[in-house]
Structure formats: C-alpha cells, structure tokens
C-alpha cells in the first residue's frame, strides 16, 4: 500500500509569514496529490491538488510543489493569516484491487499568531 | 458546501451495541469511501463502495460492514461496539479514478462509552 509521512506536526507562524508543511509517499505510481484543511470541529476541505504532469501549482496564496524522482510533495502558504490556522493533511492515493482510496499524512496543526 | 451530507452528526452508543451512519453523495459522483478519524489522526480508510459493491478495503474488521444504494448513497454499519470505534466517522464522494477529487461529509462523531 501507500505510506504517507507529513512534518512538521505542529508549526507557529507569526501573520504575514509564510508556512511550509512537507509529505514524502511511497508509491511511484501514485500520480494525484491533495491537500486538505481541516478545522476543529469540520470536515476537512480540499484546497488545493496536484497531478504528477506538472511540477508547481498555485492559487492565490497557497502553492504545491511536487518532486516525483524523490517523491516528495509540499504545501506552501505565503502572507499567513489568522484564519489560515487548522490543521492541514496530505494525501496520496493508493489504487488496489480497482479501488482508489486516499492515504492520509497524520496532519499539522498549523498556528497564525496575530 | 461540498453537496455530501452525513447523518446523524454526533451519536454516543455504549459498548457492545450497534450503530448505522448514513451518506449522501454529492450529484454526479458513484463512488462513496468511508474513512475513520480518531483524535488527533489523519482519517483511515475503512471501505469504499462502487455501484453497491464493496470495491476496496482497509485494515478493519468485519463488524464493519457498508452498503450502497441505487442512488449512491451509503451506509456504515459497525457491530458488536468497542471503546476505541470512539471517531469521527467521515464520508467522501467522487468518481472511481485515481486523479478523481474526494469531497467530504461533515462527519459523525460517535462517542462509545
């Protein structure tokens, strides 16, 4: 199956600096990297993904690199804010016996501080 | 909002009982997964079902058992309660591919005491 590790577990970021949060994953055939926010209390929220053709994808604040040879992927948040705290997850896929389920990081408690 | 709704939102059951959370999929998606989050974890996943069949399964026992409607909609059936099935219980609808976007549920918070 897949294995998903995601550091750091828990990072403080002063507003208006930018957090990086890091995943590496196991299976080279795997070729959809998501990303999801989660706050206390809901569901978590895909906010941005990313598909092994391309190297680099952003939206507005929030960009996601990928590096298929070292098969590491990582989220970036630039001009953090106070609302950007959550907890964030990666994810990979895992395709066996024709299904297609999502392998989760175990997240990282990300904390804008005002 | 995602279109993916989950019922009930919380339930506490107490050890031994039985329990059935519901999903509705989001409009045009044919594939329900259910992924268990304890505190603190990123979810695991339990199952997923394709046209109403079980299409894939993770390190879970069989008290945990699923079904699939016509409509895609799903349930989740855990027997024989045990103090650690204490999760948030969650659901994701997309299509059966492996670039396919999984949107999430809100959640069930079962509490087993």
């Known amino acids: 199956g897949e294995n998903v590790e995601q550091h750091p577990s828990t990072l403080s970021v002063q507003e208006g600096d930018s957090a990086v949060i890091k995943c590496t994953y196991s299976?080279?055939?795997?070729?959809?990297f998501p990303w999801y926010k989660q706050e206390l209390g809901k569901r978590p929220q895909l906010i941005i993904d990313?598909?092994?053709?391309?190297g680099e994808k952003k939206d507005q604040r929030i960009a996601v690199t990928l590096n298929k040879t070292a098969k590491h992927f990582s989220l970036h948040i630039t001009e953090t804010q106070p609302e950007d705290s959550a907890v964030y997850f990666c994810a990979a896929p895992y395709s066996g016996a024709g299904s297609y389920q999502l392998t989760f990081g175990k997240g990282t408690k990300l904390s804008v501080i005002p | 909002e995602t279109g993916v709704t989950q019922s009930p939102t919380h339930l506490i059951k107490t050890r031994g009982q039985q329990v059935t959370l519901r999903c509705s999929s989001q409009s045009g998606h044919n594939t329900v997964s259910w992924y268990q989050q304890a505190l603190g974890q990123g979810p695991q996943f339990i199952f997923q079902y394709y046209r109403e069949e079980e299409n894939g399964r993770g390190n879970f026992p069989p008290r945990f058992s699923g079904l699939q409607f016509p409509n895609y909609s799903s349930e989740l059936n855990v027997n024989a309660l045990e103090l650690d099935d204490s999760a948030l219980y969650l659901c994701?609808?997309?299509?059966?591919?492996?670039?396919?976007?999984?949107?999430f549920g809100q959640g069930t918070r079962l509490t087993v005491v």
């Open positions: 990313i598909r092994s053709n391309v």
């Open positions: 299976d080279s055939a795997s070729n959809y």
């Open positions: 994701a609808s997309s299509l059966l591919s492996m670039g396919a976007e999984a949107f």
